[in-house]
């Protein structure tokens, strides 16, 4: 085997190994085999090119045109020319998975469903990666660079499976970058001729390389590259503070035996996908459950409490966890004194919503469940264990409706020594304004209970806070601060806020995350939907115990003991688990059901969707990392497509969901444009229309497509109350169709490939250029 065929061989294996890392991501993992195929044909077109030998970029565009009608042919072949040129059809089709895609993956949480957006993300992914590692360490002979690639395809992969993705891939990544050194190390000792090895076992004092015995150079490169890998495995486990090492799971999720009852609970942030399913517009159902209780609106079901404020996040503490008891112990601090009723709830979870922990109205006195389930006393959750997970569970919760009185609660004690450190620490990065604005607020406020009530009201009604779900969801100090002085963002944002303002005012406070009651149906159960996810912060009173309140406006229920009057009602008799069929999760309810009417006033209710993951699960947002790292290779590698890419993108938006009359015009007379027919805006829509059949010579439905768009574009412009007209999506792929048909092979190709309308490219920089220069001396003269 020559050196050079050796060295493309432990490129593509090393590209493979190192993208094995992204095999946990999705499941079933079989796109493995569709990329390792696809790269080993652009990887041997590499080879063979440079056998003959070309020129390095004739080269790299060989890979490149190899590899782009290989995902032609996998992705698009019924939409390609002759099945394997990727014809406008085939880049609009593998665009429009690119978009499914990128929706699955803002949807699934990990492991997301091999769908086939995701499916051409991966493959294209690797593709990518593979090329650039065979660029760099093949034709331009730089194996040590070709790391950086190799590096950035598992570090995205380590960080999207929740700081690490295990042992093995580290191995397999890092076993494949020395197989590649050490295979560039042989090729260049091969070009010295003979070396000196030593003394051998044979007895000889040298030996040939490529004799088939290690030589002295390359046993020693092997033994340094073990020595490595072996150190950055081992030293981490060692050093203090790094207990899980380079490979530790971090926040991975339950610990300890399936068979035993002990163990712990390890540090978790369940906000990473909260922000992502408040924006969906579309809701599902996650469980659906039945309740004795008269009133459900103080029935928050809570999912984890989140204790540790280190100044960049909330995240819940490491806990010792348990087997669950028959029944939970009396919850800390909540005094005989204070009203309290049993409500029994019995739920349903949908098997699309599958996520560790239980969710359960606060505080639980008794879970009846199956599976293998533990118990966290100290937060009063149920979280899985040995990958048991919600879904499809069925359970009944006995739990508490703790109804304090305003005068029980402002006549409150002091907490316990221990609870009050633990509960009341803030970081030394916390910005003065916090706690400046939290004095401020409840100034004149007599006692903890009135200086909370405050800060729920100054939040909720008097301080001119926002609802927004666009604000970006930092959790930091800064962002707190931010936060308070921008004055809008969504229920992270006000549940952290206002758990940091009390701990800065000396009161106990954490944050817990879970859903709202949800919205009763007609046949007496209620539905919780993806959108009831929720965030609310839980401050101590002794007597009460952990205590809710609402700061965010427009979502949930201001508890009662906020308010002037305490609450009356109680729970009917005990509920009995139903099995009827409308008691079941249903995969799509309506938006009316399952939208709460804070959420149907905002306007953010939509039409109901297939399941999704939970409200709490990593993935979502983060995997479009790997989306923005291929297309922005592929954009890279592909500019001589940079007309007929930003056509296509164009096209797409125009037709999109959001186009209209005008752009669906702009669009149609783009596309005549692209073949030929120069735009003429001084004349009328209607003349347009004429002229744009005329020239195009287009009959029939074509035709009347070009009228009727034109016509909605006039009643658009000039009438007072223009009707909405569905179909023109389908009117601008008619009439483009139309023009494909009529022109010769030589248009088309022109209109593919050179696209007249991109001359506004040119036009857009143009301006823009112009108007640099016109202020550009006026700048120069002030400065």
């Keep these: 085997m020559s050196g050079l065929t050796r060295l493309t061989l432990a490129a593509w294996a090393a590209s493979l190994m190192a993208a094995g890392a992204l095999l946990p991501l999705v499941k079933p993992a079989t796109w493995i085999f569709t990329a390792a195929f696809l790269l080993a044909l652009q990887s041997g077109t590499g080879m063979l090119c440079r056998r003959v030998p070309l020129a390095r970029p004739l080269t790299v565009g060989a890979q490149l045109l190899v590899g782009v009608l290989a995902l032609t042919v996998v992705f698009a072949r019924e939409q390609a020319l002759l099945g394997f040129l990727p014809g406008p059809l085939a880049v609009q089709h593998v665009a429009e998975l690119f978009r ?17 957006g995701i499916r051409l993300m991966l493959v294209a992914g690797v593709l990518a990666i593979g090329l650039l590692v065979d660029v760099l360490a093949v034709t331009f002979r730089r194996a040590a660079p070709a790391g950086l690639p190799l590096l950035a ?57 490529g004799t088939g015995t290690s030589f002295a150079p390359v046993r020693t490169g092997r033994r340094i590259g073990a020595v490595a890998m072996g150190t950055a495995l081992v030293v981490p486990l060692v050093l203090p503070g790094f207990s899980g090492g ?28 909260l922000q992502d399913n408040l924006r969906q517009p579309e809701d599902f159902e996650v469980l659906r459950y039945r309740t004795n209780a008269l009133d459900n609106s103080d029935l928050y079901l809570r999912l984890v409490a989140l204790d540790q404020f280190d100044g960049t996040s909330w995240k819940s503490s490491v806990r010792p966890i348990e087997a669950v008891p028959k029944s939970l112990p009396w919850p800390d601090g909540l ?144 962002a707190i601060s931010r936060f308070l002085k921008d004055k809008k963002g969504f229920c992270i944002h006000f549940s952290f806020s206002m758990a940091a303002m009390a701990r800065t005012l000396g009161i106990p406070a954490r944050v817990a995350v879970g859903f709202m009651p949800g919205t009763s149906q007609s046949d007496g159960s209620v539905s919780v939907g993806i959108r009831d996810a929720h965030a609310w912060p839980e401050l101590y009173f002794e007597g009460a115990g952990w205590t809710r309140f609402e700061p965010t406006p427009s979502r949930g229920f201001t508890p009662a003991y906020t308010r002037q009057t305490s609450p009356t009602t109680g729970p009917t008799g005990p509920a009995q688990p139903s099995d009827a069929a409308s008691a079941q999760p249903s995969a799509a309810p309506s938006a009316s059901e399952s939208c709460p009417p ?52 164009v096209r797409a938006r125009r037709l999109g969901p959001s186009g209209g009359p005008l752009t669906v015009w702009r669009e149609i007379g783009d596309t005549a444009w692209d073949y030929g027919l ?48 569905a179909g023109l999506a389908e009117d601008a ?47 120069r003269g002030t400065l």
Aim: glycine fraction near 12%; hydrophobic fraction near 40%.
């Design 335 to 478: 005094a005989q004194s204070v009203r309290t009723a049993e409500v029994t709830s019995n739920f349903v979870a949908s098997e699309g919503y599958d996520q560790k922990w239980l969710p359960m109205p606060f505080p639980a006195a008794r879970v009846d469940i199956e599976g293998r389930w533990r118990f966290e006393p100290a937060g009063r959750m149920l979280v899985g264990d040995d990958k048991q997970t919600t879904k499809g569970v069925r359970y009944q919760v006995t739990s508490l409706d703790v109804q304090p009185t305003a005068e029980q609660l402002a006549a409150a004690g002091p907490a316990p020594d221990a609870l009050l450190r633990e509960y009341t620490k803030v970081p030394g990065s916390l910005p003065a304004d916090v706690k400046s604005t939290a004095l401020e607020v409840t100034k004149d406020a007599a006692n903890d209970y009135e200086r909370a009530v405050r800060l729920q009201d100054w939040f909720s009604e008097d301080g001119g806070f926002r609802y927004d779900v666009d604000v970006t969801s930092g959790t930091g100090t800064e």
């Design 598 to 649: 804070e959420m149907r006033r905002l306007g953010e209710c939509g039409q109901p969707a297939t399941a999704a993951d939970d409200a709490s699960s990593g993935g979502g947002t983060d995997f479009l990392k790997v989306a923005a790292w291929t297309l922005a290779g592929l954009l890279v590698l592909a500019l001589p497509l940079t007309p007929l890419l930003w056509r296509t993108r």
């Design 153 to 209: 395809l598992y570090s995205v992969a380590a960080g999207l499976s929740g700081g690490g993705a295990g042992r093995l891939w580290f191995v397999l990544a890092a076993a494949g970058y020395l197989l590649l050194l050490l295979a560039e190390g042989r090729d260049r000792l091969s070009a010295w001729g003979r070396v000196f090895g030593g003394a051998q076992r044979s007895g000889r004092s040298g030996s040939l390389v």
């Design 246 to 273: 380079l490979l530790g799971t971090g926040g991975g999720g339950a610990a300890g035996g399936g068979g035993g009852g002990g163990g712990t609970i390890a540090a978790v942030n369940p906000l990473v996908s």
């Design 733 to 779: 792929a008619r009439v483009r169709t139309a023009f494909h048909a009529n022109a010769t092979r030589g248009v088309r190709l022109r209109a593919l490939l050179a696209p007249r309308s991109a001359a506004r490219l040119h036009w857009s920089a143009s301006t823009k250029w112009t108007a640099l220069k016109t202020r550009t001396p006026g700048l």
């Design 678 to 725: 120069e735009p003429d805006d001084a004349q009328t829509p209607r003349r347009t229309a004429e002229r744009i059949v005329r020239a195009g010579e287009l009959t029939g439905a074509a035709a009347e497509s070009v009228h009727r768009v034109a016509g909605a574009v006039e009643e658009a412009l000039y009438a007072p109350s223009p009707r909405p007209v």
């Design 100 to 116: 499914l895609g990128a929706e699955d993956v803002g949807t699934y949480a990990i492991p997301a469903p091999d769908t086939e």
